[in-house]
Structures are given as structure tokens and as C-alpha cells.
């Protein structure tokens, strides 16, 4: 679908339209040609919604109660309901939110760096599951059982913003359950409505979508999205990418990295290259030599990222003095290198550690298992 296309305006399963769903070219002409409202109107229910907060259509600021009830007759204003928060000792909130056909998915709010809990990162979701079967990730474990829609991707960052009013939620990243760039349409369609300036307004340099490395995905994304790009590279080899992350069979390192280094990136960009590191499997001395070989040259950041457990892993954490050493060694050959603290992981908040852990009661009989969706077409997974 073009993105500013309005001949079919995405609907909820009652035939309402997803009004979060819609850029702001996209919600204006279609408020003005469907409900006949005025320009000015049309402006005042875009920013009800994402600059307001609004979480009614009656709670819309400055309408008439005319217009109000027409939009609620035929638009959705809501997109998600709050199922539950569960808060870490050091801040960081996982919220559970529940879509219209009962799924739960959720969100982490992590606090600043330093202690600062005025200003926030959050990290969302943009699948119910995953499809791409990475072996250290616990959403993984799930499968995918569908995309969710541009309205419930931008649904999270206005539920957290609305619950959490004293913090200041400056930057999202698009690292939750789900391959973003899997889901593409809705991820560009949620980058936009994001980072529009009438809007939620978050700079575009402060959203990262993050992708286990889909290459066309990754080069329309690039083309489309105002916001920036990661990659988790996560292996050396194609052996050990192959083990641990089955796209690699599709799309190989050596094909990521030529790809990358092909983007068109605007003036001062780098890609985020992320980088779990697994003990004993990725964290060697040889390893930083071959990354180093890898991405040089190449206008890049890299994350590490050390492991974090979830019940029934097969991995473990390298110990803290071996990913200094990582990190130091990458430095020694001037790469930009960094190391993502680990939070929230007591509540199953950290990286990696999202999704529902399978528990006794998924054995009991007659229990309804969630709808699960075909794997889209163009994915030939292993
Ligand atoms: S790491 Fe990301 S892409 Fe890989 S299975 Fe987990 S959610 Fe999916």
C-alpha cells in the first residue's frame, strides 16, 4: 500500500478506521473527504490524538460534539488496552498491553542512564512473536502469530507516555517482540506518525528501528523511514550466524555488510551495529579480529550487548572483565564501541528476555492456543 494512499484506510475487525494508524497527510484528507470536517478540525483531531493524548474521541479538545460523535461512530481512537506493569528495582517498567483479539505484547520503559528517570527510552514491539527464530531470544520461542498495525505500534509509545506523565520519553526503539523490518508498511507508516513535529514529535535521530538483517526490507526502510537503522550482526562466521540466527542462511553476513556499506546514509549517519555477546561462542580474541575486518570503513556504532538469560537458554553471559576486553580490543582498532547496560532483567524486562515463558498451564487440556498466522510469503526460514 502507497503510505499516503487513502482508497483503503486501515480498519479494526468492526470496520472502524484506525485513526492512529494514519500519517498526518493520510488522517487530515480523510477526516475532511469522510467526515466532512474542516481543515482546522481535521488539524485539532490530530493533535488531540498525539499531542493531547486523548483517550476518547468525547476527550478530544476542541471539536464540536457533532464532529466528536461522527468520529466515534466510524473511527477507532484506541488501539491497545493496559494489562498489567511490573516494575524493576532499577525503574525500568515492562508493560503488558492486550490487542482486540487477546494477544499480549509488550513495552519497556528504561530509565535514563545515571539515575536519570526524568527522561526515558522506550522499547517497543511490532509483532506478536517473531517468525525469525533467533536461539537467544525468548521471543523467538513463540513464533510469530501476526503483525500488529501501524495503530498498535504507536499505541505503546502514547499509552507510556500517558501513564508515565513525569518522564520524558525522548527516544523509542523499535526492539521488542518482533523483526520490525518483517512488518514493514506499518514500521515506515509508525516512524512517520512518530516523528511528526505536530505530533508526538520525537527527533528521527532518536528512533532506531532494529533488524536482524532483512536486505531488501533494510533498503525500502532506509528510503522511507526518517528514523535510523540497526542491525544485530551477533556472529564472525557464517558457521556460528548460521547457528544462532537462521536469516543468515537467507541473507549472509558478507551480503548484510556489502549492503550496508551501499546504503544511501544522510550527512553524519551511522548504522547501529548491535551485538550479543555469548559466552564462549562469540566473544573471542579471534572474533574481534574478524569484526574489526568485517565493518571497516564502514560509517557504524557498535552496541554489545552481553547475554541475558532466560529460563530453559542454552547461552551464557561472558564474564564482565571478558566483554571490557571485547570492547577495549574494538576500540584498539578505533571502532565506535559501547555496552548496553543490563536492565530490568529481574523482571524479564532486558533485552531479549520478552515474550511469555511457556509455563505449566500451557499443558493443560483444553486450553485454547492463540490463532497462529501463515508465515507471509517471501520468507524461507529453516
Ligand atoms: S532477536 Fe528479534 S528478530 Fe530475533 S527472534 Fe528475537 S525478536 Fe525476532
Not at 539515575?115 to 533467533?134: E, H, Y
Not at 533498503?219 to 550466524?241: F, G, H, K
Request: charged share 20%.
Amino acid at each position: 500500500m502507497d503510505l499516503e494512499d487513502l482508497d483503503s484506510p486501515p480498519l479494526d475487525g468492526a470496520g472502524k478506521v484506525w485513526l492512529k494508524a494514519m500519517t498526518r497527510p493520510q488522517l487530515l484528507a480523510w477526516a475532511q473527504t469522510t467526515l466532512g470536517a474542516r481543515p482546522m478540525q481535521a488539524e485539532k483531531i490530530w493533535a488531540g490524538l498525539h499531542r493531547h493524548l486523548a483517550a476518547t474521541a468525547m476527550a478530544l479538545p476542541g471539536l464540536d460534539a457533532d464532529l466528536r460523535t461522527r468520529l466515534d461512530a466510524s473511527a477507532r481512537i484506541d488501539a491497545l488496552a493496559l494489562n498489567d506493569v511490573h516494575t524493576a528495582s532499577d525503574g525500568t517498567r515492562k508493560l503488558a498491553l492486550r490487542t482486540d483479539d487477546g494477544a499480549v505484547i509488550e513495552a519497556v520503559l528504561i530509565p535514563g542512564v545515571f539515575g536519570d528517570q526524568a527522561r526515558a527510552t522506550l522499547c517497543i514491539s511490532s509483532q506478536v512473536g517473531c517468525a525469525m527464530g533467533c536461539r537467544f531470544c525468548l521471543t523467538a520461542k513463540m513464533g510469530l502469530l501476526r503483525h500488529l498495525s501501524a495503530a498498535e505500534i504507536v499505541e505503546q509509545v502514547i499509552l507510556a507516555r500517558r501513564l508515565f506523565p513525569e518522564t520524558w520519553i525522548s527516544n523509542v526503539v523499535f526492539m521488542g517482540m518482533g523483526e520490525p523490518l518483517h512488518n514493514l508498511d506499518a514500521v515506515i507508516a509508525a516512524t512517520r506518525i512518530l516523528c511528526d513535529d505536530h505530533g508526538i514529535g520525537l527527533s528521527a535521530r532518536r528512533v532506531t528501528v532494529s533488524t536482524s538483517g532483512l536486505i531488501p526490507a533494510i533498503q525500502r526502510y532506509v528510503a522511507e523511514s526518517p528514523a535510523r537503522l540497526a542491525v544485530s550482526i551477533n556472529a564472525t562466521t557464517d558457521e556460528i550466524r548460521d547457528q544462532i540466527m537462521p536469516v543468515n542462511r537467507k541473507y549472509p553476513l558478507g551480503a548484510l555488510i556489502a549492503a550496508l556499506r551501499a546504503l544511501p546514509l544522510r550527512r553524519n549517519d551511522r548504522v547501529t551495529l548491535e551485538y550479543v555477546l555469548l559466552a564462549d561462542l562469540n566473544d573471542t580474541p579471534a572474533d574481534v579480529e574478524r569484526l574489526a575486518a568485517l565493518v571497516a570503513g564502514l560509517p557504524c556504532k557498535l552496541n554489545l550487548i552481553p547475554f541475558n538469560p532466560h529460563p530453559g537458554s542454552e547461552f551464557r553471559r561472558p564474564a564482565p572483565e571478558r566483554v571490557l576486553a571485547f570492547k577495549a580490543a574494538l576500540q584498539a582498532h578505533h571502532l565506535n564501541t559501547s555496552i548496553r547496560a543490563t536492565r530490568g532483567d529481574e523482571r524479564m524486562a532486558a533485552c531479549g528476555q520478552l515474550g511469555r515463558v511457556p509455563g505449566p498451564e500451557d499443558a493443560r487440556p483444553g486450553r485454547p492456543s492463540p490463532p497462529r498466522s501463515r508465515r507471509p510469503p517471501g520468507l524461507v526460514l529453516v
